[in-house]
C-alpha cells in the first residue's frame, strides 16, 4: 500500500484547511483498517489528528474533535481532512497512514508528508 498526501503548503489564519491523501495498492474500502491522519509541528513530536474507518466511522482528538471533519471517497480511493479555523499552531507536516489502531502515530504505512504552514 502506498499513500501520498497533496494540499496547500500555505493557509491564511481563520481558513479551513483541505488535505487529500491518495491510497493505492489496496481498496480504501478494505475492513480491519484505519485511515489516519497525524502531524508533527515543527520541533515537537507526533501528534495523532483523526482516523475513519471503511464504514465511515470517524474518530478524533480530543484536542481538535469540533475543527476536524474526516472523510472517504471510495469512488476516487482517496480520503480527506479538512481542518476548520486553523492558527499558527496548526503549522506542521501532516501524514496520513494506514494502519490496525485508531489512535497510533506510527501506523503500518505513512505517506511522506505534506508541509502546511498557517500565516499571513
Known amino acids: 500500500v502506498q499513500l501520498q498526501e497533496s494540499g496547500p503548503g500555505l493557509v491564511k489564519p481563520s481558513q479551513t484547511l483541505s488535505l487529500t491523501c491518495s491510497v493505492s495498492?489496496?481498496?480504501?474500502?478494505?475492513?480491519?483498517?484505519?485511515w489516519s491522519w497525524i502531524r508533527q509541528p515543527p520541533g515537537k513530536g507526533l501528534e495523532w489528528v483523526g482516523a475513519i474507518d471503511s464504514s465511515g466511522s470517524i474518530w478524533y482528538s480530543p484536542s481538535l474533535k469540533s475543527r476536524t471533519p474526516v472523510y472517504l471517497d471510495t469512488s476516487t480511493n482517496q480520503f480527506t481532512l479538512q481542518l476548520s479555523s486553523v492558527t499558527p499552531a496548526d503549522t506542521a507536516v501532516y501524514y496520513c497512514g494506514r494502519g490496525r489502531v485508531i489512535s497510533a502515530t506510527t501506523p503500518d504505512y505513512r505517506g511522506q508528508g505534506t508541509q502546511v504552514t498557517v500565516s499571513s
Open positions: 495498492g489496496g481498496p480504501i474500502t478494505s475492513s480491519g483498517y484505519y
